[in-house]
């Protein structure tokens, strides 16, 4: 079972997610070279690890045990990038600020068309991609960081999730590796070494 590895998540840890569902695959036709299709910020709240995200119809907290029941079912993929060079107090401003200024919000349906004319012709589209008073999901992270912790990630005017993996080697680095993990249970270690007393059996019975 796909597992966070809580031990070393941090706030303000970015999930950087593939889905395949048909929402996904709509945000990936308007960013064709992009891998992912969503990002959210980890957040620590109330003795519990959660994924702040803006999504479908409204920005929230989502517990990590969803991510984690989905990558299990084969519904989603998940990268996990860290902020270079953040410490503590830069974390719990960005996370403050998504709490306070993202979480709640509606999200920016409007900036489709526009993210889409972006990806085809990038920085020559300046113009903001939706409404002012709603989010699209990287939207929200990269106010978190640049807003809320002064810290420039994206430094790009309409960023999405391939602007977040074009920054991965610069202001980003891929932490998924020490941050997930994949746990047997106790049935399908007791399944495996079943079919392994088979394979021995079958080799040399």
């Not at 109330?46 to 907290?61: C, F, K, Q």
């Not at 969803?66 to 990268?79: C, F, I, L, M, P």
């Not at 391939?162 to 047997?184: A, C, H, I, P, S």
């Amino acid at each position: 079972m796909f597992k966070f590895d809580t031990d070393w998540l941090k706030d303000g840890m970015i999930l950087h997610g593939r889905s395949y569902g048909f929402f996904g695959k709509i945000i990936r036709k308007c960013l064709p070279k992009a891998w992912g299709n969503h990002d959210g910020i980890f957040i620590f709240k109330h003795d519990r690890w959660w994924v702040g995200e803006s999504a479908p119809l409204i920005a929230r907290l989502t517990p990590i045990e969803s991510y984690e029941s989905w990558v299990d079912a084969g519904e989603y993929e998940v990268k996990i990038y860290d902020v270079v060079g953040a410490n503590t107090d830069d974390r719990k401003k960005a996370v403050d600020y998504w709490l306070t200024h993202v979480n709640g919000t509606f999200y920016d349906f409007l900036a489709f068309p526009r993210l889409f004319f972006k990806s085809v012709f990038g920085d020559l589209w300046k113009k903001a991609a939706g409404w002012e008073w709603a989010h699209w999901c990287t939207e929200g992270v990269c106010f978190a960081w640049e807003s809320g912790a002064s810290m420039l990630v994206w430094n790009k005017s309409n960023p999405t999730p391939y602007t977040t993996e074009k920054r991965v080697g610069t202001t980003l680095v891929d932490v998924t590796e020490k941050v997930t993990k994949l746990e047997v249970h106790n049935e399908d270690a007791e399944e495996q070494e079943h079919r392994g007393c088979l394979g021995l059996h079958r080799a040399f019975g």
